[in-house]
Nanobody
Framework: VQLVESGGGSVQAGGSVRLSCVASIDTYSSNCIGWFRQAPAKERKAVAV???????NYADSVKERFTVSRDDEQATLYLQMNSLKSEDSDMYYCAATFACGVSWSNPQIISYWGLGTQVTVS
């Protein structure tokens, strides 16, 4: 397994959750790594992506509330989720790929996916 998420769970609206993604070295060396989310029967959508230059892109719906960061020594990606809303309830997936650029939000460019961790906001 190349990407392993943890940290999901149930939280009340307004609360916070931090997701973690531990990546294997070969996966972590990919150019872009980030988080996507998906509701049942819906398309997977980008949440936040970091490229190897450190540029961070966020979906408009999470700006000012979510923060993505990486610990290169631990090959770990984080997603700090604050001021959670019920509409943030989704399965969250760690993702990695070799090039993103302007296509950072397109799930079709992703090479590696984790199995996902559920976040439920009530």
């Amino acid at each position: 397994v190349q990407l392993v998420e943890s940290g999901g769970g149930s939280v009340q609206a307004g609360g916070s959750v931090r997701l973690s993604c531990v990546a294997s070295i070969d996966t972590y060396s990919s150019n872009c790594i980030g988080w996507f989310r998906q509701a049942p029967a819906k398309e997977r959508k980008a949440v936040a992506v970091i490229d190897m230059d450190g540029k961070i892109n966020y979906a408009d719906s999470v700006k000012e509330r979510f923060t993505v960061s990486r610990d290169d020594e631990q090959a770990t990606l984080y997603l700090q989720m604050n001021s959670l809303k019920s509409e943030d309830s989704d399965m969250y997936y760690c993702a990695a790929t070799f090039a993103c650029g302007v296509s950072w939000s397109n799930p079709q460019i992703i090479s590696y996916w984790g199995l996902g961790t559920q976040v439920t906001v009530s």
